[in-house]
């Protein structure tokens, strides 16, 4: 996953500060986003350490959005309503 996320900062231009809005959840904190409604998987690869959730301020979401998909190191989630774009190395897909 460090390699994926340090691949999108190269793309664009290199040594941008990246939030990290989630990556690793234990199962109890990812069952309670769930039942809260967070929209969550059940199953989520951030269980096993496999997927970030991420912002960098300088980008726009839509240029990180772009930058992942065409890098296809896995999937890549858009969440503009949330101001963050996911990351993960299961297989590659969007949503």
């Given at each position: 996953?460090?390699?994926?996320?340090?691949?999108?900062?190269?793309?664009?231009?290199?040594?941008?500060?990246?939030?990290?809005?989630?990556?690793?959840?234990?199962?109890?904190?990812?069952?309670k986003l769930a039942?809260?409604?967070?929209?969550?998987?059940?199953?989520?690869?951030?269980?096993?350490?496999?997927?970030?959730?991420?912002?960098?301020?300088?980008?726009?979401?839509?240029?990180?959005?772009?930058?992942?998909?065409?890098?296809?190191?896995?999937?890549?989630?858009?969440?503009?309503?949330?101001?963050?774009?996911?990351?993960?190395?299961?297989?590659?897909?969007?949503?």
């Amino acid at each position: 996953m460090i390699d994926f996320l340090n691949a999108v900062d190269r793309s664009l231009g290199g040594g941008n500060d990246i939030h990290i809005v989630s990556g690793f959840r234990s199962p109890e904190y990812n069952e309670k986003l769930a039942r809260r409604g967070q929209g969550v998987a059940r199953h989520s690869l951030h269980l096993q350490g496999k997927a970030i959730d991420f912002r960098i301020p300088k980008a726009s979401l839509p240029s990180l959005r772009e930058a992942a998909l065409r890098l296809q190191g896995g999937g890549v989630g858009y969440y503009p309503g949330s101001g963050f774009v996911h990351i993960d190395s299961g297989r590659v897909r969007t949503w």
